[in-house]
């Protein structure tokens, strides 16, 4: 398939309205967001994807329903992990879905809607929005946005957000911005891995270097989508 210039634009759970640009042989059209849900008792990481994410991501993983529930006129389920070492509690909308999941014992169901029924959730084609209702203690923090190309994985961050992912020196000057290559430790201590990060005027977006590791990546893809991407959001 020949490389051509895509560009696709969503509405993040923020309000914001992202836009990413490249030139790649394929751009997955779904968005995946992910974030931090607080609130004075109670914290919780989301995943918010098109509807049949929250399907997809309990049956890829094995996940056992332990119990379903209506809320809001849709499904909301907690699934454990065969294990039980890990949970799913997720929610479907009619055009995007929810998914709440970590390590260890799953929150309660009535912790999980305690904290929905203090939100304003505005479910489109566009995007699934969520604001804290009037009065409510809820902070939404940390939002990066996901893409798939088959160049590799594309995370996007309000630079902002993600000042200690710049590096200090300057970088490789490109269409969008500022590019470097590092290697960004893992917390597990295991060995880091290799990554190319794009500094714009309002966003870094960080590329997977997965070339030798990805079949599909390709050397020139590779070169062709770093020299190409541009990301913003307004």
Not at 5 to 33: K, M, N, V, Y
Not at 72 to 77: F, G, T
Not at 147 to 162: C, I, Q
Not at 191 to 196: A, E, M, T, V, Y
Request: hydrophobic fraction near 40%.
């Amino acid at each position: 398939m020949p490389l051509s210039q895509r560009t696709q634009s969503a509405l993040a759970p923020d309000g914001r309205r992202w836009t990413i640009s490249c030139a790649c042989e394929s751009l997955q059209e779904e968005w995946f967001w992910h974030a931090r849900l607080t609130s004075k008792s109670f914290a919780i990481s989301v995943a918010i994807g098109h509807r049949d994410y929250a399907a997809g991501a309990v049956e890829a993983g094995g996940y056992q329903v332990r119990e379903r529930l209506t809320y809001r006129s849709h499904p909301l389920i907690l699934a454990v992990s065969p294990e039980g070492e890990g949970y799913l509690v997720t929610w479907e909308s009619r055009h995007h879905s929810l998914v709440f999941g970590g390590p260890g014992a799953p929150p309660r169901l009535a912790d999980v809607i305690l904290l929905l029924d203090q939100l304003r959730m505005q479910d489109s084609a566009d995007g699934l929005r969520l604001r804290p209702s009037a009065g409510s203690d809820v902070v939404m923090w940390g939002l990066f946005g996901v893409k798939f190309s088959d160049a590799g994985m594309v995370t996007m961050y309000p630079r902002n957000e993600a000042t200690g992912l710049v590096p200090d020196q300057p970088g490789l000057a490109v269409a969008a911005g500022q590019l470097w290559r590092k290697t960004i430790s893992s917390p597990t201590g295991e060995p880091g891995q290799s990554k190319f990060i794009l500094a714009g005027d309002n966003t870094v977006a960080v590329v997977d270097d997965d070339l030798g590791r990805d079949r599909t990546v390709t050397r020139s893809g590779q070169e062709t989508l770093l020299a190409t991407l541009a990301v913003r959001w307004s």
